[in-house]
Every structure is written in C-alpha cells, then in structure tokens.
C-alpha cells in the first residue's frame, strides 16, 4: 500500500500512514536548536492554517513530507530559522534528528533527509519571515 509503512510482527500487521510519519519527523524537527518553525509545504496548507474550522481540533505541525519507496524513506523538510544561527549546523541537526526519530519512533530502516531553508526570523518572533 502506497504513503503506508507496514510492519510485519507475529501478532499481526502494523501500519503506519506517511502523514504520521510526517509529524514524527515535523516535531523532530521542531526540537532543533535554530529551528523558529516549518514552512508550509505547499499554499493549500500555508491557507488552511489561517482559517480553521470551528470545532476543528489544532492541526499537527506540518513542514516535513514523507515518501515511502519500499523499504526506503525520504523525507523533505522545510525549515524557518533564527536568525543569526549557523545554518549549515541547523540544518545538519535537523536530518540527523528527523532520520533518528523515525528510525527509533517506527522502525523504519535507511532514512534520506533533504532539508530547505525558506526563511529567517528573530528567535521567538511569531511575526513576519525573511525569505520564503
């Protein structure tokens, strides 16, 4: 099954969705010294986030997309950083971070993490990004 990671195991099956796994690598991501945020991965999502739904409950941090290829994983992950930091250190942290989260977290096996950086901004400013 496409966008699914399955786990066979002698009590059954698992399944884990690529979306799941996108929030395994986004909160990795996240816990990174130098990453202020994700960036949207596409404009659908940038809207969605400004507009939610009444009653909708607050949506996993989005920014990292997962695509499954057999037993290969390969995970794109958009980053907004602080400003000032070392980019190429923040962004080295963040695909070892992503690639062991989703190795110790589901199981998965080789784990190949391209990152882009689309924007700077203060550390802990919610307003405006530099960039993107």
């Avoid at 099954?1 to 698992?14: C, N, P, S, W, Y």
């Amino acid at each position: 099954m496409a966008g699914v990671h399955e786990i066979a195991t002698a009590d059954g099956r698992l399944q884990i969705a690529s979306a799941v796994l996108g929030v395994v690598a986004s909160s990795a991501a996240l816990r990174c010294p130098g990453v202020v945020a994700l960036g949207a991965r596409n404009l659908g999502e940038e809207l969605a986030g400004l507009w939610p739904q009444a009653g909708e409950r607050e949506l996993p941090p989005h920014g990292a997309e997962v695509n499954l290829e057999g037993e290969r994983c390969r995970v794109s992950v958009d980053l907004i950083i602080a400003f000032g930091s070392p980019i190429q250190d923040v962004c080295r942290a963040v695909m070892r971070a992503v690639g062991e989260a989703l190795r110790s977290e589901a199981g998965l096996g080789p784990v190949h993490v391209d990152v882009r950086v689309v924007g700077v901004r203060p550390q802990g400013d919610a307003g405006s990004v530099v960039g993107g």
